[in-house]
Every structure is written in structure tokens, then in C-alpha cells.
Nanobody, 122 residues
Framework: QVQLVESGGGLVQPGGSLRLSCAAS????????MAWYRQAPGKQRELVAS????????IHADSVKGRFTISRDNAENTVYLQMNSLKPEDTAVYVC???????????????WGQGTQVTVSS
């Protein structure tokens, strides 16, 4: 069994900052990509950022470039999303996803966390 648990969401004023965390746990052999998505009410889910095991970090959403940074702690199976200069349009449920190979497994599956709410409002 593999679980992804997000934390760090909350209410913040415009211009403020938050750091989200996503920790993977369970019978893990290896983890490939870890990524952050977000979904606002009435909108489609958007890929925000991703982290590859080789150390490659990428921001995919143009609207957050220059403001968000993704990082990863492989020893703790944790990925972070540092969000600065937050805007009201950043309000969404932020969801973690990861490609995980379990111990004794021959293939990799993709897992999802439950999400953490980020609200940017004055």
C-alpha cells in the first residue's frame, strides 16, 4: 500500500507565501516523478510543477513561473511547493501525484493524494 499525504495549505492574504508538502509512505521500492496539480471550483485540473528523481525540476503553469518553486527530499520521499507572491487566482485545491514502484512489484503505478486547500483572500 502507498499513501500520499499533503500538508501546508491554508488561508493567506494576497502577496503572502505558503509551502506545501507531500510525503509518500508505504511499501515503496522507488519513486519516479512527483508532481503538484491544482483544481479550482468550476475549472479543470492543472499541472503546476513536477520533480524527476534525477534532480530535474520543472514549472509547467505559466501563471506561476517566477513565483512558485518545486523541490524534493528523496531521503524522505517528500516533495515541496514553495508559493510566493500569492494571488487570489491561485486559490484551489492543490493535489500531489507520484509514480511509485512498490516493493516486490514489477511495474510502476500512479498515486494521488487527497489534496490541501489553498485560499488567497484579503
Amino acid at each position: 500500500q502507498v499513501q500520499l499525504v499533503e500538508s501546508g495549505g491554508g488561508l493567506v492574504q494576497p502577496g503572502g507565501s505558503l509551502r506545501l508538502s507531500c510525503a509518500a509512505s508505504g511499501s515503496i521500492f522507488s519513486i519516479d516523478v512527483m508532481a503538484w496539480y491544482r483544481q479550482a471550483p468550476g475549472k479543470q485540473r492543472e499541472l503546476v510543477a513536477s520533480s524527476a528523481p534525477g534532480g530535474v525540476m520543472a514549472i509547467h503553469a505559466d501563471s506561476v513561473k517566477g513565483r512558485f518553486t518545486i523541490s524534493r527530499d528523496n531521503a524522505e520521499n517528500t516533495v515541496y511547493l514553495q508559493m510566493n507572491s500569492l494571488k487570489p487566482e491561485d486559490t484551489a485545491v492543490y493535489v500531489c501525484g507520484a509514480g511509485v514502484r512498490q516493493t516486490h512489484a514489477s511495474s510502476t503505478n500512479y498515486y494521488w493524494g487527497q489534496g490541501t486547500q489553498v485560499t488567497v483572500s484579503s
